[in-house]
């Protein structure tokens, strides 16, 4: 491990261990991107996956937020496709259209597009850079979070070639052919789990997965195809950190609209995840029901709340704090923040955290 500044502010860190906070720690998915003036000004130089790949430039976009906001946490610039890159599947990011992947139309394509034995480690040590370098960047100032795809997230936009309203084309591989799309997901997962350890080693204080197409499954499906396999990872990425003396960190899993699984997923004996992120449906106070002792729940305005204005938009981020509380909670989007968002809306998210969890901390105390 290198020789880091040492950390100044870990509260994003010690809510997602249950310790007791000051206040609500608070960042934003996808807090590096579009909305910013100063990454969309890096854009007309770089492409997207230039940026990605390049230490210095991936590095530059991470730190653009911190610079602009008080935010708790950073997180590296990076994407979820980089493992099927990683695994010889060719992504082009396509402006106005998104990720557009060479698909996997039939699972025997699984034996010659999927590149097994690839060294991911070697595939992406452009990411492992650009971590130890943010890392030293920040000086200490907040932690850094890594971040991976999920398995069923991935497959499906290996399968559907890019984003699908309806993942019918990878649905059916699950129906017709159960057994490959194990074998794809699982060689996924293994991939995902040499990657999150070695982004620990190369510097994340923190993980988080994101299982973004949840969704689009019911509960019999995700217990087959989602869950085992978010299960494998959390599991065996801790296993491998301590084998490896490597630090212990908080791993969060995002599964957006699985309102259905949220009980399993708040269970560490089934999931062992330190945090479960949860989407703007979700209602706080039957998260706060659902979840166990040991889990902190991270969430979940609606993006849109942003659109609002300034004093709706904190009244809207008060009333998310006083139904969350302070404990175990760290503040966040339910989703990405969309990409025509006023940064001003978003400084007044951060600061409204702040504000409203330390009043209420105050008022918890003098009761």
């Known amino acids: 491990m290198a020789n880091f500044p040492e950390l ?20 934003v998915m996808r807090q590096a991107g579009r909305y910013l003036p100063e990454f969309r000004q890096l854009r007309q130089h770089h492409s997207f996956f230039d940026i990605c790949r390049t230490p210095e430039l991936a590095c530059d976009a991470t730190l653009m937020p911190i610079r602009r906001f008080d935010l708790d946490a950073a997180i590296i610039f990076s994407d979820i496709l980089v493992i099927p890159q990683a695994l010889g599947i060719d992504v082009q990011m396509v402006d106005s259209v998104g990720p557009v992947l060479d698909p996997l139309t039939n699972p025997s394509d699984i034996k010659t597009k999927v590149k097994a034995d690839n060294d991911i480690d070697q595939q992406l040590d452009y990411v492992y850079k650009a971590i130890t370098l943010t890392r030293h960047s920040l000086q200490g100032k907040v932690p850094l979070i890594g971040f991976a795809g999920a398995p069923f997230t991935l497959m499906s936009y290996m399968v559907e070639g890019k984003g699908s309203k309806t993942l019918s084309n990878v649905k059916k591989w699950l129906y017709q052919s159960p057994v490959e799309s194990h074998h794809l997901l699982d060689l996924l997962a293994t991939s995902i789990t040499t990657f999150l350890v070695s982004q620990v080693r190369a510097g994340a204080q923190m993980l988080q997965i994101f299982e973004s197409n949840a969704g689009f499954l019911g509960p019999t499906q995700f ?8 299960s494998k990872i959390s599991k065996t990425v801790k296993e491998q950190l301590r084998e490896q003396e490597l630090p212990s960190v908080p791993i969060t899993v995002f599964a957006k ?19 479960v992120s949860l989407d703007w449906t979700i209602q706080p106070q039957m998260a706060r029901t659902i979840a166990r002792d040991g889990v902190t729940l991270q969430g979940n305005l609606d993006p849109c709340a ?20 302070t404990e175990r909670y760290i503040a966040n989007l339910g989703h990405g923040i969309y990409p025509d968002m006023s940064p001003e809306s978003v ?3 951060v600061n409204g955290v702040h504000k409203h969890s330390r009043r209420y901390n105050l008022q918890k105390d003098c009761i």
Request: hydrophobic letters at 35%; a negative charge; proline letters at 3%.
């Open 223 to 230: 217990d087959q195809f989602c869950l085992p396999y978010l």
């Open 257 to 275: 609209d699985a309102h259905y699984a949220l009980d399993k997923l708040c269970d560490k004996t089934i999931s062992n995840y330190d945090v």
């Open 8 to 27: 100044t502010n870990d509260l994003i860190i010690r809510a997602a261990l249950g310790e007791k906070t000051s206040h609500v720690p608070v960042w």
């Open 347 to 349: 400084n007044t998210f």
């Open 306 to 325: 942003l659109y609002s204005n300034q004093d709706d938009l904190d009244y809207l981020v008060e009333q998310m704090v006083n139904e969350f509380g």
